[in-house]
């Protein structure tokens, strides 16, 4: 079992003056002869070439959430994907994600004036109803392609799949995002079991968590979040975890001069919505994971100094990996060497 680091950076944007050039956040989990996606962050399927990886190879894909800096590359994967993926007509690549939200989150109390929501007649659409949106906007090249070329659609290769939040917890959008919870499966194959957990991320609703389990060992991907007891539940014990980690110097600096109040709305979103290399470490010690990596970097441009300062603070190993890193995870040969 192996977690390839596709890309690195986090935030809806292409870094400047960044060194390591890093990608959209997105990981593969690669387990024996198929290979799984967490995210798609911008260059993904660049990232899948350089890395070596096979699209015909694809095991799945699962998303943690619905921001943009996760999901930008959901539509090349789709839409490209189609012409290497003409073989899986019979066994679908699924694409698991948060469902419809539900409702919009509440306008920020900084509002001067109430904003209007884009497509108010679907305004949260899930996984399932992004993927619809998608084959619908490219419609005309699709169709040209299936009419023409008899190539099987998209709507053929791929299974996108809503995750069902279990009942009972007391889960609302709004009202109660991140309910204690126990994880719960996503998704199985012969390969590898996926469970999630619920994760804070205002006013992002559902985000989650997720837990990649196979006979090798497991990872767990943090998603985007600040520390939550519910991260720690997931990855008790994991052999990897990849947490998100944001610099809150560089945030306090970018916004010290906004008074504005969408200076101030932005600036807000950050505190209460990611987590600093300090609180990936709590996070990491408090689960008993043997190794933490840091992802999602923001800012992405960062040098490596800046997420290296606490790693004495962590008893396992600590890594930043840069985009294409290989991390081996083989708990069965660990055992058979100790
Ligand atoms: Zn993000
Ligand atoms: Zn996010």
């Known amino acids: 079992m192996k977690v390839v680091t596709l890309g690195t950076a986090g935030g809806p944007r292409w870094w400047k003056g960044d060194a390591k050039d890093r990608a959209g956040i997105s990981t593969a989990v690669v387990v024996e002869d198929r290979f799984y996606l967490v995210d798609a962050g911008h260059g993904v399927g660049r990232r899948i ?12 894909v699962f998303i943690t959430h619905l921001h943009s800096d996760h999901t930008i590359d959901v539509p090349s994967l789709i839409v490209f994907g189609m012409h290497e993926l003409q073989h899986r007509a019979d066994s679908p690549v699924p694409i698991v994600g948060p469902g419809d939200r539900g409702a919009l989150p509440p306008v920020s ?41 008899l190539r099987p659609s998209p709507e053929v290769l791929f299974d996108p799949r809503d ?10 959008p709004n009202g109660a995002p991140t309910p204690d919870m126990d994880p719960f499966v996503i998704f199985e194959d012969d390969l590898i079991t996926v ?18 389990t196979s006979e090798y060992g497991s990872v767990t991907i943090s998603g985007d979040t600040c520390e939550t007891p519910n991260l720690v539940r997931l990855a008790q014990d994991t052999d990897l975890l990849l947490h998100e980690a944001i610099d809150f110097d ?39 994971a043997r190794t933490l990596a840091l992802h999602h970097l923001v800012p992405g441009s960062a040098d490596e100094s800046v997420w290296r300062r606490g790693e004495d603070l962590f008893g396992g190993t600590f890594l930043v990996p840069e985009d294409l890193d290989t991390l081996t995870i083989n708990r069965v040969a660990a055992t058979a060497r100790s």
């Not at 504005?260 to 408090?286: F, L, N, P, Q």
């Open 109 to 149: 109390e900084r509002a001067v004036v109430a904003p209007k929501p884009v497509a108010p007649q679907n305004p949260t659409p899930g996984i399932t109803g992004m993927f619809d949106n998608i084959v619908s906007a490219f419609a005309t090249d699709i169709n040209d392609r299936v009419l023409d070329s």
């Open 250 to 288: 560089w945030v306090g600096a970018m916004y010290e001069h906004r008074t504005d109040e969408e200076g101030r709305a932005s600036r807000d979103h950050h505190y209460k919505s990611h987590t600093s290399v300090e609180g990936a470490i709590r996070i990491a010690t408090d689960s008993r």
């Open 195 to 212: 469970t999630a957990i619920l994760v804070e991320h205002p006013p992002v609703a559902p985000a989650f968590a997720f837990r990649i």
């Open 163 to 172: 995750i069902e939040i279990p009942v009972g917890i007391g889960y609302h």
């Open 49 to 60: 070439r350089q890395a070596g990886l096979e699209l015909g190879d694809l095991g799945g």
